[in-house]
């Protein structure tokens, strides 16, 4: 009864037979140890367990592992495997270090995928934008501002290396 | 202090992140142990029912399903929920890890059911078949009260769980002299706390060594240790509590909850790892909630505005069933209402209620944003009855520094405080005289503008012991290893917090080592002495302050050993930057690493003293701490839509001395949007079955990025005398302090329609009917006053 799929998650292959109801968020967890991503709700709404499908922000809670079969995946766990990291921290990460971006660190990955996303999108966003486009990830410790300044942080040092 | 200062008192960036930005660090769902079982736990859907039946049988045979429990199967192996309360005539309440015979709330749990893997488990849970005689529902809390009203608990006489009361001055007859009573009813909300984990437990059992180990999302490891031990009536030495990463807590993992008992009972049972993982829909039914107080206020005040005296009746909401502190929170509002005015005559009534709902319990702010909603509205009712300006009542009414420490008619001795300086502070930095300015000036155009002080004062550092039901110090072991790198060893339990980082500051200040030469370590009860926990904004104020301790008995014994190497009077002498240096003569030093190194060889020793650098303390604290503060709230609503929109928020707080201050911003920060999400958003809906309508982060709104704008923080600093470092606790404060600006701003907003009050949420719907609805039909308006 399992499907075979075929992907590649932080640049490594993977091919697994998996039940047709696994949900990808529990494949990565569970199947291949990438315990980064974290479960908040199971319905969507928390954004804790988002990742990069083929570079969008996905919640993988809401995504069956089959349906990922061909995609390319980055987790949390790859993120300093990115060109963007130079060999260290990627620039989001690093901002959140600095910023005081993260008290429990429970939605972290999530959000920090989240700005990933949104600044390979836009590389100078401005408040009003970061904040929507994190409005699907919910933060309950640090009441937000210093994840914006996070975000702003790591927009400077991207367009910097860029010039 | 003695040593010389290099890293309290700075923005050091968090030891914590690294782990956490890149998702390398372990919380409880992140374990995995060989032949692991997942727990289920089949929950009620009926507020309050009579269960005749269930029938596990075909949940049994469904693939991978190893066992199923009812509470038959737990009886007298399980003992119930433990209550830490003890409030005189306190009716019994205990919640069954497994409901017996009845359930008396949506999500109680019926029966566990033990499977090979998620998947199967959530299959078989479907399985379980309970034959339930739904009964009335006790929802509301006046209906509650009434003579006919259904019972929770059927043996009791009624759903009054205990009244608790308190007077202290003359009441009746600072009513009688005063010129006005003012009057208003308020209810502060129930709430659910959200933390973005939702609680996991996985529990292990070893035959061989009769050894239980469980991994827990919790505060209070060493309290659940304990609680655990006597819940399964297995040796404590036997168990083992770790705690990993935390994802969030407010209270809601200060608890101790069916399921880690359940995964324990089932351990032992089967032999086998078992973890369950909450949903995040358990989580909003099942863990405990927060507030679900109501308040009849009546303030008796002279012309002037001073107010001569309080009374106070409060319906405290407690739920079915008591967790660990249910009962008690209510009477936290009780000692706080008061504030930080001087209102020596004073009455306060609380009832305590049960009724067919999850329990509350002690959420970010536990009792005291109740406190200080209820009298901060008050205040404001007073202002606009007397016409008088919300600050400058306010500034009549607060005791004057040199009044600390200052008895309250509640009997608290308030530290230390200065709460005009405060108040000026954050008036001036809101820009509070031009807003009122600018507030007439858009009333004539026909926009509302609305300005909403809040002066709070918190009650922290819990505490003293006299005054906490089990225990109100806290641990710390800290020991210099043969290298020179110290490991503390904290019974606190920080989670999300960052004391990781903040404690390693203070032992390496004081030691005169490196911040990274420094590691704590937290919440593993085999490997740190027994501990109170992290919650009651304790952790750096009694916590903080054992490590502080500790580090004092180790300075003396390194100075002492270094005095006898160098033949020195160790009173000259002083330890920084990792040597041991003469006052007198600089160029005398001897380096830490040898004085480390002296205390192990144990060759050179000065006679009587020990081998090794090892020391201990348990703090008692000799009192709470009291940080306080005034925050400003400006917000404008849009009279066609009813939407409020926050303008400006400016916070002043006063929690002593910061020992890293960008912990501290976060932790204000962070506070005051949970408290926007009370004002604005946030409320668990039961309807009258006793469902709860916002059971999912589809109905329940809490702050998103969007929902907030920036906000403006500052300090003054009054450094409490109750402890060393003059540390308060920040925790809680913004919950505490930024609610009842956000109402006050809403309602001086709407002052132009006779809106005198509005309970919270101020959601967009509640705020138009305010505004279009004739002032004598408006919900929520207050009685009238005489």
């Known amino acids: 009864m399992g499907v075979a799929i075929h992907l590649q998650v932080n640049g490594k292959s993977c091919q697994d037979e998996v039940e047709p109801r696994l949900l990808l968020v529990h494949y990565l967890r ?16 928390c954004g804790a367990c988002t990742v990069l499908v083929d570079g969008r922000a996905v919640k993988s809670c809401s995504m069956l592992a089959v349906q990922a079969d061909g995609a390319e995946i980055t987790t949390i766990e790859g993120l300093t495997s990115t060109p963007e990291a130079n060999g260290g921290l990627h620039p989001v990460q690093e901002g959140f270090w600095e910023k005081h971006g993260l008290q429990c660190g429970y939605c972290t990955p999530g959000m920090i995928l989240s700005a990933v996303e949104l600044l390979r999108e836009n590389p100078s966003p401005s408040d009003a934008q970061i904040r929507r486009a994190l409005a699907g990830n919910l933060c309950r410790c640090t009441g937000y501002q210093h994840i914006i300044e996070a975000v702003e942080y790591a927009a400077k040092k991207l367009r910097a290396r860029k010039r | 202090m003695a040593t010389a200062t ?6 050091i960036k968090r030891k914590e992140d690294p782990r956490l930005v890149q998702g390398i660090a372990h919380y409880v769902d992140d374990l995995t142990l060989p032949g692991m079982l997942h727990l289920g736990i089949v929950r009620s859907p009926y507020a309050h029912a009579r269960v005749r039946s269930v029938d596990v049988s075909k949940a049994l045979a469904a693939p991978g399903v190893v066992a199923v429990l009812t509470a038959e199967d737990v009886q007298g192996a399980i003992a119930p929920i433990p209550c830490a309360a003890q409030i005189p005539d306190m009716k019994p309440a205990p919640r069954p890890v497994l409901a017996t015979n009845e359930v008396r709330f949506v999500g109680e749990g019926v029966a566990a059911v033990v499977a090979a893997d998620r998947y199967a488990l959530r299959d078989a849970m479907d399985l379980v078949e309970v034959d339930y005689e739904p009964l009335p529902a006790v929802v509301d809390l006046e209906k509650a009260l009434r003579k006919d009203s259904p019972r929770v608990h059927d043996g009791l006489a009624d759903n009054a769980a205990y009244h608790w009361a308190l007077e202290g001055g003359d009441v009746k007859k600072a009513f009688k002299q005063a010129d006005r009573v003012v009057k208003l009813r308020m209810l502060n909300q129930r709430l659910i706390p959200v933390a973005m984990e939702p609680r996991a437990v996985l529990a292990q059992y070893d035959r061989g060594d009769n050894r239980l180990t469980l991994w827990s999302s919790s505060q209070i490891p060493h309290i659940l240790r304990t609680q655990i031990a006597a819940m399964l009536n297995f040796p404590e030495y036997g168990v083992y509590v770790i705690v990993p990463e935390v994802g969030g807590g407010f209270g809601s993992k200060l608890n101790v909850y069916p399921e880690e008992a359940l995964a324990c009972h089932l351990a032992i049972k089967l032999e086998k790892p078992v973890k369950w993982n909450e949903g995040r829909r358990e989580n909003f039914l099942s863990t405990i909630h927060g507030r679900g107080e109501s308040c009849d206020m009546e303030l008796a005040v002279k012309r002037d505005g001073t107010i001569l005296g309080m009374r106070a009746r409060v319906l405290a909401d407690l739920g079915a069933y008591y967790q660990l502190l249910t009962p008690l929170i209510p009477t936290l509002t009780g000692l706080m209402i008061c504030g930080c005015y001087r209102i020596q005559n004073l009455s306060v009534e609380i009832t ?5 709902k999850m329990a509350t319990d002690a959420y970010r702010g536990a009792g005291r944003p109740e406190a200080t909603y209820f009298v901060e509205r008050a205040m404001d009712a007073v202002a ?4 008088i300006d919300p600050a400058e009542l306010r500034r009549k009414n607060f005791p004057k520094p040199k009044d600390f420490p200052y008895a309250t008619a509640t009997g608290l001795i308030y530290d230390t405080a200065n709460y005009q300086g405060a108040l000026e502070l954050a008036l001036k930095k809101s820009g509070y005289k031009a807003l009122r300015r600018q507030q007439a000036a858009l009333r004539k155009k026909g926009r509302l503008l609305g300005i909403g002080l809040s002066s709070y004062v918190e009650i922290c550092a819990l505490g003293p012991s006299s005054a906490m039901p089990a225990g109100g110090w806290e641990s710390a072991t800290i020991r210099i290893e043969p290298t020179g790198r110290v490991r503390v060893l904290t019974g606190s339990s920080p989670h999300g917090q960052g004391e990781e980082t903040s404690f390693s500051q203070i032992a390496a200040d004081m030691l005169g080592v490196g911040l990274d030469d420094v590691i704590i370590v937290h919440g593993d009860t085999s490997a740190v002495p027994y501990g109170i926990g992290t919650f009651g904004s304790r952790t750096l104020a009694v916590g903080g302050t054992a490590i502080y301790r500790c580090c004092e008995k180790l300075r003396d014994k390194l100075l002492k050993i270094a005095g006898h190497l160098m033949q020195e009077d160790p009173a000259k002498l002083v330890l920084r930057a990792k040597q041991i240096v003469s006052k007198r003569d600089p160029k005398k030093s001897i380096s830490f690493a040898e004085t480390v190194g002296a205390a192990y060889t144990a060759k050179t020793l000065p006679p009587g003293v020990e081998p090794g650098l090892e020391a201990t303390h348990f703090y008692e604290p000799s009192n709470f701490t009291f940080p306080f503060g005034t925050h400003v709230a400006v917000v ?15 916070a002043v707080d006063d929690c002593g001395n910061l020992i890293n201050p960008l912990l501290v911003e976060g932790q204000v920060q962070g506070g005051i949007v949970q408290s926007i999400g009370q004002a604005m958003l946030e409320e668990a809906v039961y309807d009258d079955q006793g469902q709860l309508l916002t059971g999912e982060l589809m109905d329940y709104a809490i702050p998103r990025a969007a929902d907030v704008p920036k906000l403006e923080t500052f300090h003054t600093v009054t450094p409490t005398p109750v402890n060393p470092m003059g540390v308060k606790g920040v925790g809680e404060a913004g919950t505490i302090g930024a609610t009842p600006a956000l109402v006050n701003a809403v309602v001086d907003a709407l002052a132009p329609f006779g809106v005198r009050h509005l309970d919270m949420p101020l959601k967009r719907e509640r705020v138009w009917k305010a505004i279009h609805q004739a002032p004598s039909e408006s919900a929520g308006r207050p009685r009238r006053s005489k």
């Open chain 2, 352 to 356: 305590g209620v049960l009724t067919n």
């Open chain 2, 6 to 11: 290099k890293l309290i008192g700075k923005p």
């Open chain 2, 636 to 650: 404008e609503v849009d009279r066609e839509t009813g939407e409020v929109k926050l303008v400006k928020y400016v």
């Open chain 1, 30 to 45: 569970e199947h291949l140890g990438l315990t980064g991503t974290h479960v908040g709700c199971e319905t969507s709404l």
């Open chain 2, 384 to 387: 606009a009855e007397l016409k």
